[in-house]
């Protein structure tokens, strides 16, 4: 499946909650965290209550009191310019505080997600004097020219004990990885934890086409992953239905349209589209809106 049909954002929403499952009530999740009234959004904003709490997660290690995360979806790129972008929401951030200085510097930090290792921003770092150091695996600490502490996460190089959530949304997912987390999913009471998870999965499946496959053979697993999928496959069905009903009854009312026989109120009843509709269709010259 191409990743532009696939919606990344709200699974990382989902596995980021779920990689600090342990911490959750030492932490405040924002998601699309708005910094202004126009559409300026941070991927996630995560604000730790107390600043003295020492977070179990490696990638919370770092985390102060806001902690601005950005993420790149599969094959996306990674550049400086995404980095300066992060920098300049955390400094956003900080001025909208309600007096001057509440939101001090030493108090945001910045991470950014990707599934690869990028590269070409690491050559920038090093060739432009930047120090990186990997206190974790997968986790990298930028020091030297950003005002706000920076991190950059790289999924696939994360522990696979530590941090299989974010390991999920790649398309390189083992089929350990997924039975593991099908069978997870399976037995979680928790509603909020099951929804992150399924979450999570809904993304995982449809980019991991090969191991989903190979897992349908397997009875107990078909049975998960149809419970998985279920939704996603109703939803376009509706969606499809939906288009077709539309479609026919722009149909029906352009041909009653031309005979002039009824008066608009009427074909509006007669096709169960908005009167509004009907009386656009007229206004187009009987066009499709």
Same mark, same amino acid.
């Given at each position: 499946m191409e990743e532009k049909k696939i919606q990344w954002h709200p699974a990382f929403a989902a596995a980021l909650e779920m990689e600090f499952i342990q911490d959750r009530d030492s932490l405040a999740f924002e998601r699309e965290y708005s910094l202004n009234r126009k559409p300026l959004l941070i991927d996630a904003l995560i604000i730790k209550k107390k600043k003295e709490t020492a977070l179990k997660n490696e990638i919370g290690k770092c985390f102060e009191t806001y902690n601005v995360v950005e993420y790149k979806s599969m094959k996306a790129?990674?550049?400086?310019?995404?980095?300066?972008?992060?920098?300049?929401?955390?400094?956003?951030?900080? =001025?909208?505080?309600?007096?001057?200085d509440e939101i001090r510097f030493e108090d945001v930090t910045v991470t950014l997600v990707r599934e690869s290792e990028p590269a070409s921003l690491f050559r920038y770092f090093v060739e432009h004097g930047y120090r990186i150091t990997m206190p974790y695996k997968g986790i990298y600490y930028v020091n030297g020219g950003f005002r706000f502490f920076t991190q950059i996460i790289v999924g696939k190089e994360l522990s696979r004990e530590n941090h299989e959530w974010l390991r999920l949304l790649s398309g390189g997912v083992t089929r350990r990885e997924m039975e593991r987390a099908i069978a997870y999913s399976?037995?979680?009471?928790?509603?909020?934890?099951?929804?992150?998870?399924?979450?999570?999965?809904?993304?995982?499946?449809?980019?991991?086409?090969?191991?989903?496959?190979?897992?349908?053979?397997?009875?107990?697993?078909?049975?998960?992953?149809?419970?998985?999928?279920?939704?996603?496959?109703?939803?376009?069905?509706?969606? =499809?239905?939906?288009?077709?009903?539309?479609?026919?009854?722009?149909?029906?009312?352009?041909?009653?349209?031309?005979?002039?026989?009824?008066?608009?109120?009427?074909?509006?009843?007669?096709?169960?589209?908005?009167?509004?509709?009907?009386?656009?269709?007229?206004?187009?010259?009987?066009?499709?809106?």
């Open positions: 790129a990674l550049t400086i310019d995404d980095v300066s972008k992060a920098q300049g929401y955390a400094h956003l951030l900080k =001025a909208y505080g309600k007096r001057v399976g037995a979680v009471e928790d509603k909020r934890e099951k929804e992150l998870i399924d979450a999570i999965l809904d993304v995982s499946v449809a980019a991991n086409r090969a191991v989903v496959e190979e897992l349908m053979g397997d009875e107990h697993m078909y049975e998960t992953l149809m419970e998985i999928m279920e939704p996603r496959i109703r939803e376009r069905e509706q969606r =499809a239905a939906q288009e077709s009903a539309k479609e026919t009854a722009k149909e029906t009312a352009e041909k009653l349209i031309k005979k002039g026989k009824l008066t608009l109120e009427d074909i509006a009843d007669c096709t169960g589209l908005p009167l509004e509709t009907v009386k656009k269709l007229e206004q187009d010259a009987l066009q499709f809106v």
